[in-house]
């Protein structure tokens, strides 16, 4: 049983950073997701499992930075210049059984999500 636990989440203002942190029980193909109120949950980040592949929604591209550390089994998604749109729950996610040239990008790809961490970022 995959077991992810995210930190990091918390208020800031638009124009600040925030990084959060999913420690994961295993080595797996990760993933970021985020939903908003009213809003379905939607694709941020995903990388492979060496961490040499990385793919990042548009909406976040240039902003947003995914890496991981596999001696720690913890990926991380660095976020910076946050605007209020980025407000939202952010999911980690991973994908069990997969190959390095892997890099899910829809929600159903994923098999394991952790519980939540919320972003807020004020006007």
């Known amino acids: 049983q995959v077991q992810l636990v995210e930190s990091g989440g918390g208020l800031v203002q638009a124009g600040g950073s925030l990084r959060l942190s999913c420690a994961a029980s295993g080595r797996y193909t990760m993933g970021w997701f985020r939903q908003a109120p009213g809003k379905e949950r939607e694709f941020v980040a995903a990388?492979?499992?060496?961490?040499?592949?990385?793919s990042v929604a548009d909406s976040v591209k240039g902003r947003f930075t995914i890496s991981r550390d596999n001696a720690k089994n913890t990926v991380y998604l660095q976020m910076n210049g946050l605007k209020p749109e980025d407000t939202a729950v952010y999911y980690c996610?991973?994908?069990?059984?997969?190959?390095?040239?892997?890099?899910?990008?829809?929600?159903?790809?994923?098999?394991?999500w952790g519980q939540g961490t919320q972003v807020t970022v004020s006007s």
């Open positions: 990388i492979n499992l060496s961490g040499g592949t990385t």
């Open positions: 996610a991973a994908r069990r059984f997969s190959g390095n040239t892997y890099l899910p990008q829809r929600r159903p790809d994923f098999d394991s």
